[in-house]
């Protein structure tokens, strides 16, 4: 594989930063990137890996769109810089279903109408994974709870909290 | 959203993060959670040179008792270790009230208290909880450590005094006298509002008698008020409603709040008063074992 | 016996089927604009002025040319030589692209820089020196006709003042005449206060103009491609047919993205002048700043009332904050949108709208944010001031509401201000809001706990809205009627894909419309696919937003799929070898009468079109409907809210929210429940925390989400939401209604209904939005009432 950099010139010599050189896993596959300290970590992931499930939502680390889990536990991608992730493991909506089709979360989501336009819904889906790999049976203000840094416009989140519980449910059946 | 151009180093120990702060130029700055820096960073409200992380440093991420009761918590204690944090919940009543109430659960599972104090907003939860419980930080510079008590280290919105090339390493909360108790009210809008109105409060009495009391308030002023003359009006007696009455009008006296968007400067006096009374008369004050 | 297909199995009307569009949005594979990459493509970033009014004495951006990286710094002295500095509006203004004398609102768009990555078109954004001479700031209406208010719009020859428009509809003698005789009169005045749509994803846009082909297609977040491909030939003075917009996924609208804003024009100019495509996304920030905002208008409103309660006469006098710009998308004829619906459920012989529109240093726009056309505030400034007047006659307010609703039996019904509501059972959705929330125990258990201080309060808020805009010979958006279109065609195998000229962001078009088709024809709503948003090959629509789509694009659907069947037919006749009259139809099957077992099915049909027409039939099985809707559909609602307010704190929680809706028919239950929820959650929202306001100096407060805040899912009630009462639309093809604002439109009257209901006594009859804590408490302890009209209050 070749990568290609715009080459600006020498008039640039003096604006270089040294890029880093990172190694992480991602979805549990192990990637090396060569990335600018100031990138942030859910770019890497968009436009660096081309996993574009995770999404930009605001500037300010409010919304949660770009939740991911880092080392299994959630984090605002947006909030983190991509050279933080050396050494870690990196999980997205992508890698979600692992080896099944759905993961029981995904399918959670569609039985119980938990989006819309589902910007939000990576973001949810994993913030939602994380509470229920530490919390299997929640209650529905565990779920409130532990969704309260992700927003959503459409759903009013009722639906969202029936989409997590549906899955928990199936998740404790399966064993 | 977008932070200008800066140069990164990621020590491995605590020496090297010092040297690297110490020849890092005019503008350097320590990233533990990040939750605080990096969106001032995306904002371009921060744009240091250098930034030394970190989170590989080994054997910062603890929180523990000492045998006399000292409660030691690492820079990179997150806050939500805090929250779930059975420690805490036993025996720290006003740092088990605030955990859960600092910004939101997923900013919580990288953000730290110890980079929390440092950060030195005025709206920021911990250091008046730590102001209320007399708390301080641990720095460590080339010349070695310091204990230095919060009400001494921030100077200012923002500012605290750190030199250039010291970190804070650990967070301090000295040993309860008597039993504690106490707890945090934050008027938030929602989950991950900054407070309009925070009161801490942290009470040791023996018997029935106050023996100790602190009180640090949130977003009441240009930084996080200590109103001491309120909590020593609780002290050497019983909690009565008339102490209870007579600290929360000093509390609401010493607040220096704003009028603005979150509202009136007489509003958030009224609720300053209002959370002081809500905390210590809460059924009977929540007691836990010293 | 039968052989229809059961329509509920293959996802017909009333089927609550799962979301085709859910499968790729679960599995992130969704495809926003952001998303998409394009090879050689270029970033751009906005520079946008910190101040609310100055003038520009310079800008120099040689400093930014010099980043490495950087491709482009366009200026609106640059734009101004290829005659792009200013624009048309949709509304007949004109609105700066990029500053050229003067910048007009903080947040306004004064600079552009094309570069490698976003990240150096910031940095070069940075490098750029504007040199600013302040000028006086308006943030309110009051401040732009006051005397020496400075004139913002000194761009325009002929507008010597701050005053857009002044309008009026109704009978103002008439309704004099009824003041004059009146028993009671109550009086209102309010700020429903400036909101923001924001949706979690952003506006933005990819322009790709490529040389060789002399075709320029645009990706961009909207709710109305083929609006935007007009308006880009216009704007850029491009010809029509070389013009393609494709709108992808889009993450959530809200009507924030029907606007043409300068983002689109500049990244659209910028790939023409670099033959690469230019991507923009703006950040929240930009979003909340600058782009389509809602509401901010005044209310002054009386009511002349009988001794009994009936009303006899209603007055309103509305002032809007439109910003800088008049931008609106919103039907020409009425400036100041369907203002003019308010209290059309109620039988009122006579009223008068006088409205009149501002420009202020603020961002332009106004119309937005599930409102319908300004139905938001029509029905907000109803049913407060219906509380207000029942209040003011001692009556209980749901019997004030009830004794005044259009009667069932009185439908078609003129309203006093011309529109033509057509069907409704009121006083039934009433009932069952009334029974749902335990209207009686409630008023017995707030007695008793107001003896014990503590404060409930119960708020009822009705409405009956328009949606569905709109019929040709009222409705148009710059001269372009609002019909909408589908098109639809029946492959050989009885598979089939329709294409409409709607453009959902959520409500579910590709699983709605196919359930249309499914019930229509009888092939399974899963052999069915839907496309929008790609002008190149949908039917011309006028887009998604005041809830139209059910009521025309949907209406078409079932137009189109008629005539495809009404073809069926014919087919049919021949395979059968009988006449067309002794042809029936059940779903899926057409069959002879006298012998209902000889038949065939719509999809052998299908193949029939293709390889066994009649002679002379045109071969093939397609067909496109173009839909005029003759009237505007009206839903009914009665939203319920109870609360309990901490009278030391002002803070106040939701004990309960009951919604009954009466849409008409529901397509997709699911679907329809989930726009309810949404709607309910924006006006807990706008009743609780939301708001944009300005401080003295035009500062933008609600600028971010750290200011701006939407509920979690921590504050968010549950909702309870009730689906008993159904009153088919009389003139819609499948008797459907428009659903998707209703509660956006009704909701926030019943939070703050509620609220103010729980603090009667004290004399308080209006807390404007949102009702902060402080706000609240203040009500409470002043015993007066409270605005919150901008600029901020301080210390100063």
Known sequence: MTVVYEDHGDEAAGAEVPMRRIKFTINGQKKIAEVEPRLLLAHLIRRGLGLTGTHMGCDTTNCGACTVLVDGRPAKSCTMLAVQADGHEISTVEGLAGAAELHPLQEGFREEHGLQCGFCTPGMMMAAKALLDENPDPTEEDVRWALSGNLCRCTGYQNIVKSVLWAADKLRAEG | MYPSRFNYEAPRSLDEAIALLHDGGDYAKVLAGGQSLVPLMKLRFASPDLIVDINNVPGLDYHRADPDGTLRIGALCRHATLERSDLLKGSQPTMAAAAPLIADPIVRTRGTLVGSLCHADPQGDWASVVTALGGSVVAQGPAGRRTIPLAGFVTGPFENVLEPDEIAVEAVIPAAQGTRSGGYLKLERRVGDFATVGVAIAVETKGDTVTRAGIGLTGVGGSTIAATEAAQALTGQPLTAESIGRAADLAAAAARPRTDHRGSAEYKRHMVRTFVVRILSRGAVEERAA | ?796
Request: aromatic share 8%; charged share 25%.
């Open chain 3, 1 to 796: 016996m039968s052989q229809a297909v059961d329509e509920i199995k293959i996802g017909g009307l009333g089927a609550s089927r799962k979301r085709v569009e859910d499968s790729r949005f679960i599995r992130g594979k969704g495809n926003y604009t952001d998303d998409i990459t394009l090879p050689g493509m270029l970033h751009m970033e906005i520079l946008r002025s910190p101040l609310a009014h100055a003038r520009i004495k310079s800008i120099d951006a040689s400093k930014a040319w010099d980043i490495p990286g950087v491709h482009l710094v366009l200026t609106g002295e640059m734009m101004a030589t290829r005659n792009l500095a200013w624009m048309p509006t949709l509304s007949y203004d004109t609105q700066a692209v990029l500053a050229t004398d003067k910048v007009r609102f903080q947040g306004q768009e004064v600079a552009c820089v094309i570069a490698d990555d976003p990240y150096i078109a910031k940095d070069a954004c940075e490098a750029i020196d504007v040199d600013y001479e302040p000028l006086p700031v308006i943030v309110n209406p009051e401040q732009a006709v006051a005397d020496g208010a400075p004139v913002i719009r000194d761009d325009k020859e002929n507008q010597a003042d701050n005053v857009i428009y002044d309008w009026e509809v109704g009978d103002g003698a008439g309704t004099d005449a009824a003041f004059a005789a009146a028993d009671v009169i109550s009086k209102l005045r309010l700020h429903y206060p400036r909101s923001h749509p924001s949706p979690i994803e952003c506006c933005g846009s990819i322009a790709d103009f490529n040389r060789a082909t002399e075709k320029l297609t645009v990706y961009m977040t909207t709710q109305a491609p083929h609006i935007i491909r007009a308006a880009v030939a216009l704007v850029a003075e491009l010809p029509e047919h070389m013009i393609r917009i494709i709108s992808p996924d889009i993450g959530g609208g809200f009507g924030n993205k029907v606007p043409v804003y300068p983002g689109y024009v500049c990244s659209i100019l910028a790939s023409i002048l670099l033959e690469r495509p230019v991507k923009w996304i703006e950040d929240k920030s930009g979003n909340l700043i600058s782009t389509g905002f809602a509401r901010d208008v005044y209310l002054d409103g009386e009511m002349a009332l009988r001794q009994d309660g009936k009303i006899l006469a209603v007055r309103m006098h509305t002032d809007a904050d439109h910003g800088a710009f008049f931008s609106d998308a919103q039907p020409s004829k009425f400036k100041i949108g369907l203002m003019h619906s308010a209290f059309a459920a109620y039988d009122i012989p006579v009223a008068h709208l006088t409205a009149r529109g501002m420009y202020t240093n603020k961002a332009p726009g106004g119309v937005a944010y599930r409102c319908s056309f300004r139905v938001t505030e029509a029905m907000f400034f109803q049913e407060r001031m219906m509380q207000a007047a029942a209040d003011d006659l001692g009556m209980d307010q749901a019997a004030f509401r009830r004794m005044n609703f259009v009667r069932d039996e009185d439908f078609p019904h003129r309203t006093p201000f011309g529109f033509l509501t057509d069907s409704g059972q009121y006083a039934k959705c009433l009932d069952v809001g009334l029974k749902a929330v335990g209207y009686v125990d409630f008023r017995k258990q707030q007695e008793e706990a107001r003896a014990r201080g503590r404060l409930l309060g119960l708020g009822i808020s009705t409405m009956t809205e328009p949606l569905g805009a709109g019929n040709s010979r009222e409705y148009d958006i710059l001269g372009i009627k609002m019909f909408d279109s589908a098109e639809l065609k029946v492959h050989m195998t009885g598979k089939a894909i329709v294409r409409t000229g709607a453009r959902g962001q959520g409500q579910g078009h590709e699983t709605t419309w196919a359930q249309i088709v499914a019930h229509e024809l009888g092939i399974p709503a899963e052999d069915v696919v839907v496309e929008e948003g790609d002008t190149d090959t949908a039917p011309f629509g006028m887009g998604t937003y005041a809830s139209r789509s059910t009521p025309v694009a949907g209406a078409a659907v079932a137009m189109v799929a008629r005539k495809i069947r009404a073809k069926a037919r014919r087919l049919a006749a021949h395979l059968l070898e009988v006449s067309e009259e002794d042809i029936e139809w059940e779903l899926g099957r057409f069959y002879v009468r006298s012998a209902p077992d000889r038949g065939v099915t719509i999809q052998e049909c299908a193949m029939a079109a293709y390889s066994n027409m009649p002679d002379g039939m045109e071969p093939g099985l397609e067909n496109t409907a173009y839909y005029d809707p003759p009237n505007l559909t009206w839903p009914f609602a009665v939203y319920i809210v109870t609360v309990e307010v901490d009278p030391e704190t002002g803070v106040w929680d939701v004990l309960n929210m009951v919604a009954v809706d009466d849409c008409g028919v529901r397509i997709n239950p699911m679907i329809v429940e989930g726009q309810i929820m949404g709607g309910l959650t924006e006006a807990y929202a706008m009743s609780n925390m939301q708001f944009i306001t300005f401080d003295a100096d035009g500062n933008c407060v609600g600028a971010n989400y750290m200011d701006y805040l939407l509920p979690t899912a921590w504050e968010t009630p549950g909702f309870e939401l009730h689906s008993e009462v159904v009153t088919p639309c009389p003139h819609h093809p499948i008797g459907a209604k428009g659903i998707g604002e209703c509660a956006a439109v009704g909701g926030p009257a019943a939070f703050v209904n509620a609220v103010i209901d729980a603090l009667s006594g004290t004399g308080v009859r209006n807390i404007d939005m949102p009702l902060l804590p402080d706000r609240v408490w203040e009500a409470i302890t002043q015993r007066h009432d409270v605005s919150g009209a901008p600029p901020v209050r301080s210390d100063d």
